[in-house]
Nanobody
């Protein structure tokens, strides 16, 4: 079992940057693919990015390609999402998840509680 805790969210102006972190408990972090999802008010949860257990494979939703970077440090049991050139439409609660490599929420068995990201125009 894996417990996940996100941090790093906040309020930022359009064009700014934030780095989200997701700290995982347990000794099996390195065996899971990890993902970031987001949910804006009134909208369904949306896939953002995923990274394989090794870190070599990464996949992003088109809307964040070139702006967001997913990475992980298995020695520190931590997942990251570097977000640059933020836009108001990036405003959402961001969730990290552990499971299989994929872009569907059904690929992931474990979820964090979420961290709010608000981008002002």
């Amino acid at each position: 079992q894996v417990q996940l805790v996100e941090s790093g969210g906040g309020l930022v102006q359009a064009g700014g940057s934030l780095r989200l972190s997701c700290a995982a408990s347990g000794r099996t972090f390195g065996s899971y693919a990890m993902g970031w999802f987001r949910q804006a008010p009134g909208k369904e949860r949306e896939f953002v990015a995923t990274i394989s257990w090794s870190g070599y494979e990464k996949y992003y939703v088109d809307s964040v390609k070139g702006r967001f970077t997913i990475s992980r440090d298995n020695a520190k049991n931590t997942l990251y999402l570097q977000m640059n050139s933020l836009k108001p439409e990036d405003t959402a609660v961001y969730y990290c998840a552990a499971g299989l490599y994929g872009s569907s929420s059904h690929d992931y068995a474990y979820w964090g509680q979420g961290t709010q990201v608000t981008v002002s125009s």
